[in-house]
């Protein structure tokens, strides 16, 4: 079993790395900047369950524990330098015979509608299939959500249906779309190869 971890990814100007306790100060800009445009579809906690204020750097430390334990890859998403522009976070990874993970991101406003998201997940999901061996990629989104469906769409990920009162977002147990991918369904070349087929043909 290969972890997977550290690993730096890129395609074209678009990279992934691990996050990084020196990248707080642009992290912070980033959420602060994209507040509006990040806030409806961000993950919260339900009243019931203690908030508390884990700080950027327990937060990365957490992360980086997880992924040295084989359960999470904390990407940060790049664009033309080695400055986070997004995050691509691969979560839950499950091995054993079920071989599965999942992928949530964002991008900052700044950095929207030019397919990097795309291309970072492209990314992320071949990783996870050549590298790591997994057999099955998940990604959830809201309904609404209709800049992350198109990410979705564009690499080919299945429609498996509607989980209602999925996750709890922006304050409140919200409906998702769950669409999953398979090793078996990712062309020679893995999904990159579907970034570059669709930006050939436009």
Known sequence: MSTGWPATLHHGPVGLRPIRRGDARVWARLRRDSAEWLGRWEATLPSTVPSGNRSYAAAVRSLRQQASQGRTLPFVTTYGSDEMVGQVTVS?????????????????????????????????????????????????????????????????????????????????????LLFAITAEQVVPGGLIARVDSADAER
């Open 92 to 176: 839950g990874i499950t091995w054993g015979s079920a071989r599965w993970a999942q992928i949530g991101y964002w991008v900052s406003r700044s950095h929207a509608g030019r397919g990097i998201t795309t291309t970072a997940v492209a990314m992320a999901a071949d990783h996870c299939f050549e590298v790591l061996g997994l057999h099955r990629i998940e990604i959830a989104i809201r309904p609404e959500n209709r800049s992350s469906l198109r990410v979705v769409e564009k690499l080919g990920f299945d429609r498996v249906g509607l989980a209602p009162r999925y996750l709890h977002i922006d304050g409140d147990w919200r409906d998702h």
